[in-house]
């Protein structure tokens, strides 16, 4: 039985799970919240889902983030090469307990979420200590428990890309710039170009 949902963005990361555990993946979720690059995932988040074959759903909540300038996902005159600049606060909590009532709904009780040890430094909300507080937190708030897991959470971006190519995976979103072909300079394609080389 289908019991998960991936919490997608079209990018590296998701996209290795989506294939990883496309037998247990019920249905994908893109949360728009605003940010830059949003078409440009969508587009791939699209692209795969439909090549697998897995449903995928889109919900917004743009409006939530709509008065925070303070990442450069979400304000382009921010330097995007420097990786703090790069944090959308409350980002994580935020997506994950938005689509638990959807979850709910699909008699899932599994949310894949792709964070990995090369978000570790600068975002605290990509953190294992960060998930187990979620898990504990969503024992207590409903009957029905949902866990949400982060199966790549020990993986570097090296591990990852590794992985990526044993699934012949290509065309993914996670530059962070506002343009149709990756910048090469934000933080996100230089970690990328890292785990390459
Ligand atoms: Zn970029």
Redesign the pocket.
């Known amino acids: 039985m289908k019991r998960s949902i991936l919490l997608y963005s079209g990018g590296l990361d998701s996209t290795l799970l989506l294939y990883k555990f496309k037998e247990e993946i019920k249905e994908c979720i893109y949360v728009k919240y605003g940010s830059l690059h949003s078409k440009y995932e969508l587009e791939c988040a699209k692209y795969h889902t439909n090549k697998i074959g897995i449903p995928l759903r889109v919900i917004n909540i743009s409006e939530v983030f709509s008065n925070d300038n303070s990442s450069s996902l979400l304000n382009n005159k921010k330097d995007n090469k420097v990786e703090s600049n790069n944090v959308v606060s409350f980002r994580n909590i935020i997506l994950v307990t938005h689509i638990l009532p959807y979850v709910k709904a699909q008699s899932c009780d599994k949310v894949l979420i792709g964070s990995n040890k090369s978000d570790y430094a600068s975002f605290m909300d990509c953190r294992d200590t960060f998930y187990k507080a979620i898990n504990s937190c969503l024992q207590l708030c409903d009957s029905f428990i949902i866990k949400v897991e982060t199966p790549l959470i020990k993986l570097s971006k090296e591990d990852i890309i590794n992985e990526a190519k044993a699934y012949k995976i290509v065309n993914t979103r996670t530059?962070?710039?506002d343009t149709v072909e990756?910048?090469?300079?934000?933080a996100?394609?230089l970690g990328l170009k890292e785990g390459v080389s």
């Open positions: 530059c962070y710039s990756p910048c090469g300079k934000c996100s394609c």
